[in-house]
């Protein structure tokens, strides 16, 4: 079998982190960096221009789902259901455009950092570059992570992501992240 040559269609410079208030945006935004990668939090929720979060280029978009009575809790707001539907309603181009949908009700901050890092690694092909490298160093998969977010090094891989994963990460990560809420 013919070997083929893929890289990354990056420099992503980071991706853009959207979702309801109290959805965790800010806090996986500080987790991601010891990872090594970037990640912008997004206040779509608040905005009248629905494509706010697509303003700062083509990033690979993430977002960040919590029931309202998970925000309700977390925050101690004082809203109502009314307001809740309101930031949906501002997130919905969003949600259309998102690579990657994590329910964090759930779910911890660090396991919901991983499951992004982990959707990031397969989705640029770094975890088929890390398994023919034979490279299970947390520091150099980071620093690896990290250079390819600001495109400082693109890997030349011998195999090829799966295709459908790059047509369709967004329905192959909603089933991902399903596993991974059973799991938790």
């Known amino acids: 079998m013919p070997y083929a040559h893929y890289q990354p269609v990056f420099p992503t410079n980071g991706i853009i982190l959207v979702g309801v208030c109290a959805a965790g945006k800010s806090t996986i935004s500080r987790l991601l960096t010891s990872y090594g990668m970037v990640a912008r939090s997004i206040a779509q929720e608040h905005s009248q221009v629905p494509t706010l979060f697509s303003r700062q280029g083509d990033h690979p978009v993430v977002l960040l789902s919590a029931s309202f009575s998970s925000v309700r809790q977390r925050r101690r707001l004082a809203w109502t259901f009314h307001h809740y539907?309101?930031?949906?309603?501002?997130?919905?181009?969003?949600?259309?455009?998102?690579?990657?949908?994590?329910?964090?009700?759930?779910?911890?901050?660090?396991?919901?950092?991983?499951?992004?890092?982990?959707?990031?690694?397969?989705?640029?092909?770094?975890?088929?570059?890390?398994?023919?490298?034979?490279?299970?160093?947390?520091?150099?998969?980071?620093?690896?992570?990290?250079?390819?977010?600001?495109?400082?090094?693109?890997?030349?891989?011998?195999?090829?992501?799966?295709?459908?994963?790059?047509?369709?990460?967004?329905?192959?990560?909603?089933?991902?992240?399903?596993?991974?809420?059973?799991?938790?």
Not at 175 to 182: A, D, G, V
């Open 85 to 184: 539907e309101e930031q949906w309603k501002r997130l919905q181009l969003a949600r259309q455009k998102a690579n990657l949908i994590i329910r964090t009700d759930a779910l911890d901050p660090q396991s919901v950092a991983h499951a992004i890092v982990e959707w990031f690694d397969q989705w640029t092909g770094l975890s088929s570059f890390f398994k023919q490298r034979h490279i299970s160093d947390a520091a150099q998969q980071t620093m690896m992570r990290y250079q390819v977010t600001w495109g400082i090094a693109l890997p030349n891989l011998m195999i090829s992501p799966a295709p459908e994963l790059r047509r369709h990460s967004h329905v192959l990560s909603r089933h991902r992240l399903m596993i991974q809420q059973r799991t938790s």
